[in-house]
């Protein structure tokens, strides 16, 4: 289980997971979970492309995962954010197919961005990953407070001078950024499913903002850790067991949120003082 290929893939599932748990905290808050299925899925289409002019697939990869967010962004301001959204996709996974319908053989690399290999991840994919990774963090540690005040009150956010639109697309771009520097390693699926399951389980245990996402990191490590060791001694897919993995945690949280209504009321603690501060 920590053999030399194992232990690349313990230390890129952690990455991964940490950035997962942050981002995807705001993913849930903002109710964005339809874009952050859309930029990694859609974002196929350019490793594709890139792949059939004999470009790096990183470089259509990123080309691609930047155009959705931008578009994303740009294009709901105008109209009903989830048309946009599913309109985007649409647009890229058919151009994806007809990137691959062009290709004189099937390339495994392209398909794998969709599923992920994990387990063959190389010594050389981690630095790219810590490096992203570490931007996508810091960017997030950086417009926190702002981003959360847009997140869960846009109309006092835009009273005290902050842009909610503006925060969108920043955000759209940190999504797209860590698009790119997971989807190569553990796959479009993969990464969506540690965004949305675990931040989601999390809100159910605290009202709190910094600890529901510290809960968040914390139970998307679990998942990735507990995936990769059923998946080594079982041979089953590792994305199965961090989707089951994931609505597991999901259910545990409603079942606890069950538990504490029936021993009675509790004060709640808003997000909203944690951005008053």
Known sequence: MFSSFMVN?????????????VLGFFVVMRGS??????????????????????VNPLVGLGVFSLA??????????????DAVTAL?????????????????????????????????????????????????????AVLYRPLLLASIAPEIAAARG?????????????????????VPVVGALLIFTLMIGPPAAARFFSDRALVVMGLSVVIALFT?????????TTNWPVGFYVGAYSAAWFVIGR???AWRRARGPRRRTSVLSETSR
């Open 88 to 140: 985007a996709l649409v647009l890229m996974l058919a151009l994806g197919a007809a990137f691959l319908s062009q290709s004189t053989e099937y390339e495994p690399a392209i398909f794998s961005l969709l599923f992920g290999e994990i387990l063959g991840v190389s010594a050389s994919q981690l630095w790219p990953v810590i490096v992203l990774g570490a931007v996508c963090v810091i960017a997030v």
């Open 68 to 81: 959705a967010a931008l578009g994303i962004a740009k294009l709901s301001r105008r109209g009903r954010a």
């Open 162 to 182: 902050l842009r909610p639109e503006r925060l969108e697309v920043i955000f759209l771009v940190v999504l797209a950024c860590a698009t790119t520097m997971t």
């Open 255 to 257: 079942l606890y949120v």
């Open 33 to 54: 979970a339809f874009a952050a299925h859309a930029i990694p899925n859609g974002a196929f289409a350019g490793a594709a492309g890139a792949n059939l002019i004999g």
């Open 224 to 232: 990735i850790w507990g995936a990769l060791a059923c998946s080594f």
């Open 9 to 21: 893939a313990w230390l890129i599932g952690s990455i991964v997971a940490i950035v997962a748990g």
